[in-house]
Protein backbone atom coordinates (compact mmCIF):
# COMPACT_ATOMS: atom_id res chain seq x y z
CA UNK A 1 0.00 0.00 0.00
CA UNK A 2 1.69 3.68 -1.13
CA UNK A 3 0.99 6.51 1.35
CA UNK A 4 -1.62 9.35 0.66
CA UNK A 5 -3.11 11.56 2.82
CA UNK A 6 -6.23 11.97 0.51
CA UNK A 7 -7.38 8.45 0.38
CA UNK A 8 -11.53 8.29 0.74
CA UNK A 9 -12.59 6.03 4.23
CA UNK A 10 -13.55 3.56 1.84
CA UNK A 11 -10.80 3.04 -0.24
CA UNK A 12 -8.80 3.01 2.79
CA UNK A 13 -10.99 0.52 4.70
CA UNK A 14 -10.43 -1.85 1.54
CA UNK A 15 -6.65 -1.44 1.39
CA UNK A 16 -6.62 -2.48 5.02
CA UNK A 17 -9.10 -5.72 5.19
CA UNK A 18 -6.89 -6.61 1.70
CA UNK A 19 -3.86 -6.15 4.12
CA UNK A 20 -5.42 -8.07 7.25
CA UNK A 21 -6.35 -10.92 4.87
CA UNK A 22 -2.74 -11.39 2.73
CA UNK A 23 -1.30 -11.21 5.87
CA UNK A 24 -3.31 -12.57 8.48
CA UNK A 25 -2.90 -9.74 10.52
CA UNK A 26 -1.80 -5.77 10.79
CA UNK A 27 -0.71 -3.71 13.49
CA UNK A 28 -2.17 0.12 14.11
CA UNK A 29 1.09 1.74 13.76
CA UNK A 30 1.82 -0.32 10.73
CA UNK A 31 -1.27 1.09 8.87
CA UNK A 32 -0.30 4.67 10.32
CA UNK A 33 2.68 4.61 8.13
CA UNK A 34 1.84 2.97 5.42
CA UNK A 35 -1.48 4.63 4.88
CA UNK A 36 0.33 7.85 5.86
CA UNK A 37 -2.94 8.85 8.41
CA UNK A 38 -3.04 9.24 12.20
CA UNK A 39 -3.60 6.60 14.97
CA UNK A 40 -7.22 7.77 15.32
CA UNK A 41 -7.98 7.71 11.68
CA UNK A 42 -6.57 4.28 11.46
CA UNK A 43 -8.66 2.80 14.58
CA UNK A 44 -11.72 4.61 13.41
CA UNK A 45 -11.63 2.23 10.33
CA UNK A 46 -10.85 -0.96 11.91
CA UNK A 47 -13.81 0.21 14.05
CA UNK A 48 -16.33 0.13 11.10
CA UNK A 49 -14.72 -2.90 9.66
CA UNK A 50 -15.10 -4.99 12.77
CA UNK A 51 -18.65 -3.78 13.17
CA UNK A 52 -19.22 -5.00 9.34
CA UNK A 53 -18.27 -8.41 10.79
CA UNK A 54 -15.15 -8.12 8.18
CA UNK A 55 -12.25 -8.37 10.94
CA UNK A 56 -11.54 -9.14 14.27
CA UNK A 57 -9.73 -6.52 16.64
CA UNK A 58 -7.17 -7.43 18.89
CA UNK A 59 -4.89 -5.47 21.42
CA UNK A 60 -2.99 -3.20 19.06
CA UNK A 61 -4.51 -4.00 15.40
CA UNK A 62 -6.59 -6.19 13.83
CA UNK A 63 -7.02 -9.99 12.22
CA UNK A 64 -9.10 -11.75 9.97
CA UNK A 65 -12.61 -13.17 10.66
CA UNK A 66 -13.38 -16.05 9.62
CA UNK A 67 -16.75 -16.32 7.99
CA UNK A 68 -19.32 -18.50 7.94
CA UNK A 69 -20.17 -20.43 4.62
CA UNK A 70 -23.77 -18.73 4.82
CA UNK A 71 -22.56 -14.91 5.74
CA UNK A 72 -23.39 -12.87 3.21
CA UNK A 73 -22.72 -8.71 3.45
CA UNK A 74 -25.05 -6.53 1.85
CA UNK A 75 -24.15 -4.36 -1.37
CA UNK A 76 -22.96 -1.71 0.30
CA UNK A 77 -20.71 -3.57 2.77
CA UNK A 78 -19.15 -5.27 -0.54
CA UNK A 79 -19.01 -1.92 -2.77
CA UNK A 80 -16.22 -0.21 -1.20
CA UNK A 81 -13.94 -3.42 -1.36
CA UNK A 82 -11.18 -3.57 -4.17
CA UNK A 83 -12.61 -1.22 -6.07
CA UNK A 84 -9.72 -0.35 -8.15
CA UNK A 85 -9.40 -3.84 -9.08
CA UNK A 86 -13.15 -4.28 -9.91
CA UNK A 87 -13.01 -0.76 -12.64
CA UNK A 88 -9.43 -2.27 -14.07
CA UNK A 89 -11.67 -5.91 -14.16
CA UNK A 90 -14.93 -4.18 -15.61
CA UNK A 91 -12.92 -2.57 -18.11
CA UNK A 92 -11.31 -5.79 -19.63
CA UNK A 93 -14.17 -7.77 -19.19
CA UNK A 94 -16.33 -4.75 -21.59
CA UNK A 95 -13.97 -5.68 -24.16
CA UNK A 96 -15.45 -9.18 -24.67
CA UNK A 97 -18.98 -7.81 -25.16
CA UNK A 98 -19.92 -7.03 -28.74
CA UNK A 99 -22.31 -4.95 -29.87
CA UNK A 100 -25.65 -6.06 -30.84
CA UNK A 101 -25.39 -9.68 -28.47
CA UNK A 102 -27.51 -10.93 -26.10
CA UNK A 103 -25.76 -10.72 -22.84
CA UNK A 104 -26.50 -11.59 -19.39
CA UNK A 105 -25.10 -9.64 -16.02
CA UNK A 106 -26.01 -11.50 -12.89
CA UNK A 107 -25.71 -9.66 -9.68
CA UNK A 108 -22.56 -8.00 -7.62
CA UNK A 109 -20.80 -4.96 -7.21
CA UNK A 110 -18.23 -6.26 -9.80
CA UNK A 111 -21.01 -6.66 -12.07
CA UNK A 112 -21.85 -2.89 -11.32
CA UNK A 113 -18.99 -1.67 -12.32
CA UNK A 114 -19.24 -3.49 -15.24
CA UNK A 115 -22.39 -2.23 -16.22
CA UNK A 116 -20.98 1.24 -16.02
CA UNK A 117 -18.33 0.02 -18.33
CA UNK A 118 -20.88 -1.32 -21.13
CA UNK A 119 -22.54 1.67 -21.60
CA UNK A 120 -21.01 2.85 -24.05
CA UNK A 121 -21.22 -0.86 -26.59
CA UNK A 122 -24.02 -0.02 -28.58
CA UNK A 123 -27.05 -2.35 -29.34
CA UNK A 124 -26.64 -4.31 -26.63
CA UNK A 125 -29.76 -7.05 -24.98
CA UNK A 126 -28.90 -7.04 -21.19
CA UNK A 127 -30.74 -9.17 -19.12
CA UNK A 128 -30.06 -9.08 -15.21
CA UNK A 129 -31.18 -10.09 -12.15
CA UNK A 130 -29.66 -7.19 -9.78
CA UNK A 131 -31.93 -4.04 -9.38
CA UNK A 132 -28.30 -1.82 -9.12
CA UNK A 133 -27.40 -3.15 -12.82
CA UNK A 134 -30.39 -2.15 -14.26
CA UNK A 135 -30.48 1.44 -12.99
CA UNK A 136 -27.11 1.69 -14.21
CA UNK A 137 -28.95 1.44 -17.73
CA UNK A 138 -31.92 2.97 -16.77
CA UNK A 139 -30.08 5.95 -15.54
CA UNK A 140 -27.96 6.93 -18.04
CA UNK A 141 -31.27 6.34 -20.64
CA UNK A 142 -33.13 8.82 -18.44
CA UNK A 143 -30.31 11.19 -18.22
CA UNK A 144 -29.68 10.51 -22.30
CA UNK A 145 -33.15 11.56 -22.84
CA UNK A 146 -33.30 14.68 -20.58
CA UNK A 147 -33.54 16.85 -23.65
CA UNK A 148 -36.58 15.39 -24.78
CA UNK A 149 -34.78 13.90 -27.62
CA UNK A 150 -35.96 10.54 -26.53
CA UNK A 151 -32.86 7.25 -25.72
CA UNK A 152 -30.13 7.82 -27.53
CA UNK A 153 -29.30 5.24 -30.49
CA UNK A 154 -27.60 2.23 -29.78
CA UNK A 155 -28.79 2.21 -25.93
CA UNK A 156 -29.22 -1.05 -24.54
CA UNK A 157 -32.13 -3.20 -24.35
CA UNK A 158 -32.97 -4.18 -21.03
CA UNK A 159 -34.65 -6.43 -18.86
CA UNK A 160 -34.79 -7.03 -15.13
CA UNK A 161 -35.84 -10.63 -14.32
CA UNK A 162 -37.78 -10.03 -11.50
CA UNK A 163 -38.11 -11.79 -8.26
CA UNK A 164 -37.26 -11.80 -4.49
CA UNK A 165 -34.76 -9.37 -3.34
CA UNK A 166 -31.38 -10.39 -1.47
CA UNK A 167 -29.21 -8.59 0.85
CA UNK A 168 -27.26 -7.79 -2.35
CA UNK A 169 -29.84 -6.53 -4.53
CA UNK A 170 -29.79 -9.53 -6.75
CA UNK A 171 -33.15 -10.95 -7.82
CA UNK A 172 -33.44 -14.86 -7.13
CA UNK A 173 -36.26 -17.56 -6.58
CA UNK A 174 -38.75 -18.89 -8.78
CA UNK A 175 -39.80 -16.06 -10.86
CA UNK A 176 -36.06 -15.38 -11.54
CA UNK A 177 -35.39 -18.89 -12.67
CA UNK A 178 -38.35 -19.02 -14.67
CA UNK A 179 -37.20 -16.07 -16.32
CA UNK A 180 -33.94 -16.77 -17.34
CA UNK A 181 -34.72 -20.73 -17.92
CA UNK A 182 -36.46 -19.62 -21.20
CA UNK A 183 -34.09 -16.97 -22.51
CA UNK A 184 -30.26 -17.45 -24.34
CA UNK A 185 -27.43 -15.53 -23.75
CA UNK A 186 -24.27 -14.97 -25.98
CA UNK A 187 -22.08 -14.58 -23.06
CA UNK A 188 -22.77 -14.21 -19.06
CA UNK A 189 -20.78 -12.22 -16.81
CA UNK A 190 -20.98 -13.82 -13.82
CA UNK A 191 -19.44 -11.88 -10.20
CA UNK A 192 -19.52 -14.81 -7.44
CA UNK A 193 -19.00 -14.54 -3.41
CA UNK A 194 -16.67 -17.62 -4.06
CA UNK A 195 -14.48 -19.58 -6.22
CA UNK A 196 -11.92 -22.55 -5.45
CA UNK A 197 -11.01 -25.93 -7.57
CA UNK A 198 -12.72 -28.36 -5.25
CA UNK A 199 -16.08 -25.96 -5.00
CA UNK A 200 -16.50 -24.51 -8.12
CA UNK A 201 -18.49 -20.91 -7.82
CA UNK A 202 -20.14 -20.60 -4.75
CA UNK A 203 -22.52 -18.16 -3.04
CA UNK A 204 -23.77 -18.36 0.95
CA UNK A 205 -27.64 -17.93 -0.51
CA UNK A 206 -29.13 -20.97 -1.86
CA UNK A 207 -31.85 -19.39 -3.57
CA UNK A 208 -29.52 -17.41 -5.67
CA UNK A 209 -27.24 -20.76 -6.13
CA UNK A 210 -30.11 -21.89 -8.30
CA UNK A 211 -30.65 -18.52 -10.16
CA UNK A 212 -26.76 -18.50 -10.87
CA UNK A 213 -27.03 -22.20 -12.16
CA UNK A 214 -29.48 -20.99 -14.45
CA UNK A 215 -27.37 -18.03 -15.87
CA UNK A 216 -25.13 -20.61 -16.38
CA UNK A 217 -27.29 -23.18 -18.25
CA UNK A 218 -28.52 -20.40 -20.39
CA UNK A 219 -25.58 -18.70 -21.77
CA UNK A 220 -22.99 -20.12 -24.82
CA UNK A 221 -19.94 -18.30 -22.87
CA UNK A 222 -20.02 -18.06 -19.33
CA UNK A 223 -16.82 -15.34 -18.34
CA UNK A 224 -16.43 -14.81 -14.47
CA UNK A 225 -15.34 -10.93 -12.89
CA UNK A 226 -14.12 -11.61 -9.37
CA UNK A 227 -11.16 -9.95 -7.80
CA UNK A 228 -8.50 -11.95 -6.08
CA UNK A 229 -9.65 -12.32 -2.78
CA UNK A 230 -12.50 -14.49 -3.81
CA UNK A 231 -10.26 -17.48 -4.51
CA UNK A 232 -10.01 -19.73 -1.65
CA UNK A 233 -13.48 -18.28 -0.40
CA UNK A 234 -16.10 -20.93 -0.05
CA UNK A 235 -20.02 -20.26 0.29
CA UNK A 236 -22.84 -22.73 1.35
CA UNK A 237 -24.05 -23.81 -2.48
CA UNK A 238 -22.23 -24.63 -5.26
CA UNK A 239 -23.29 -23.68 -8.29
CA UNK A 240 -20.68 -24.41 -11.19
CA UNK A 241 -18.10 -26.27 -11.79
CA UNK A 242 -14.78 -24.41 -12.90
CA UNK A 243 -15.04 -27.04 -15.94
CA UNK A 244 -18.61 -24.31 -17.02
CA UNK A 245 -16.48 -21.21 -17.39
CA UNK A 246 -14.62 -20.24 -20.45
CA UNK A 247 -12.84 -17.12 -18.81
CA UNK A 248 -12.38 -15.67 -15.20
CA UNK A 249 -11.31 -11.94 -15.84
CA UNK A 250 -9.52 -11.14 -12.39
CA UNK A 251 -6.66 -8.60 -10.83
CA UNK A 252 -2.72 -8.95 -10.47
CA UNK A 253 -3.09 -9.60 -6.75
CA UNK A 254 -4.11 -13.20 -7.65
CA UNK A 255 -0.99 -15.56 -6.51
CA UNK A 256 0.89 -17.62 -9.08
CA UNK A 257 -0.33 -20.79 -7.24
CA UNK A 258 -4.00 -19.79 -8.11
CA UNK A 259 -2.72 -19.20 -11.63
CA UNK A 260 -1.72 -22.30 -12.42
CA UNK A 261 -4.35 -24.29 -11.00
CA UNK A 262 -6.81 -22.03 -12.92
CA UNK A 263 -5.22 -22.40 -16.24
CA UNK A 264 -5.53 -25.88 -15.54
CA UNK A 265 -9.00 -26.03 -15.80
CA UNK A 266 -9.45 -22.86 -17.92
CA UNK A 267 -6.44 -23.09 -20.43
CA UNK A 268 -6.39 -19.50 -22.63
CA UNK A 269 -9.19 -18.41 -20.07
CA UNK A 270 -7.31 -16.77 -18.04
CA UNK A 271 -7.03 -13.05 -17.85
CA UNK A 272 -5.83 -10.91 -15.25
CA UNK A 273 -6.90 -7.13 -15.86
CA UNK A 274 -3.79 -4.71 -16.55
CA UNK A 275 -0.94 -7.25 -17.51
CA UNK A 276 -0.79 -8.86 -21.09
CA UNK A 277 -3.26 -10.94 -21.79
CA UNK A 278 -2.80 -14.87 -21.24
CA UNK A 279 -6.23 -15.45 -22.60
CA UNK A 280 -6.32 -16.48 -26.09
CA UNK A 281 -9.55 -17.56 -27.86
CA UNK A 282 -12.76 -16.78 -25.19
Known sequence: MSDNQNLLAEQRRALILDEVRRRGGVRVNELTRKLN???????????????????????GGAVPVAEASTYEPGFEAKSGLELSAKEDIAKAAAAMAAPGTAIALAGGTTAFALAQQLLEVPDLTVVTNSVRVADVFYNAQRSAAGGGAGPRPGAATVVLTGGVRTPSDTLVGPVADAAVRSLHFDVLFLGVHGISVEAGLSTPNL????????????????????????WGTVGLSSFASLDDVDALVTDPGLPEEARAEILEHLPGGLVVAGEAAVAADI
Open 37 to 59: VSDMTVRRDLDALARLGMVEKVH
Open 207 to 230: AEAETNRQFVRSARRVVVVADHTK
